[in-house]
């Protein structure tokens, strides 16, 4: 059996190559979800705000308590999702890096006669990105919206 000290040079390419390949699906699964979740949670709660404001029965206390439970609920789970996936995001770009540093990315000569593939700045990846966070702050925000629309029906 071998291990990382018996493979050959190729095989060790393989393997990072394999690897990127991975986590470069996984980083773009995890922006997908990220992105499906909001954009469902937005549509429910748009819709149910547009539903509550073209209504001609005002709601009693009762319902307005349990409908707001209901989207407190749902902005709490889109928060803690968007809260891991975040996390799970530059964990996955982490790993990417590592892959480009082990492949020679960064490596003056290995790609590009007398520079690096990959500047010094893109070891910064793991950490950029957090601008995607700020579009979930839009469930909150939609949240609130709704509830202004039921509460002051």
């Known amino acids: ?35 499906k979740l909001v954009t469902l949670l937005l549509a429910i709660l748009g819709a149910g705000g547009s539903f509550l404001a073209g209504m001609q029965v005002s709601l009693s206390c009762g319902p307005k308590l349990g409908v707001t439970i209901i989207v407190v609920a749902i902005v709490i789970i889109g928060l803690i999702y968007t ?9 996955t770009r982490a790993l990417l890096v590592r892959c480009e540093e082990a492949l020679g990315f960064y490596q003056s000569g290995a790609f590009i006669h007398d520079d690096t593939l990959y500047g010094e700045t893109l070891k910064n990846y793991p950490g950029l990105g957090g601008w ?6 839009l469930v909150p925000a939609t949240g609130l919206g709704f509830l202004i629309v039921l509460w002051t029906l």
């Open 83 to 91: 809260a891991v996936r975040s996390r799970a995001r530059a964990t």
């Open 132 to 137: 995607l966070s700020w579009n979930y702050a």
């Open 1 to 35: 059996m071998k291990n990382a000290e018996t493979l050959t040079v190729a095989e060790k390419a393989e393997i990072l190559l394999a690897a990127y390949q991975k986590h470069a699906d996984e980083l773009l699964a995890i922006e997908e979800a990220q992105q």
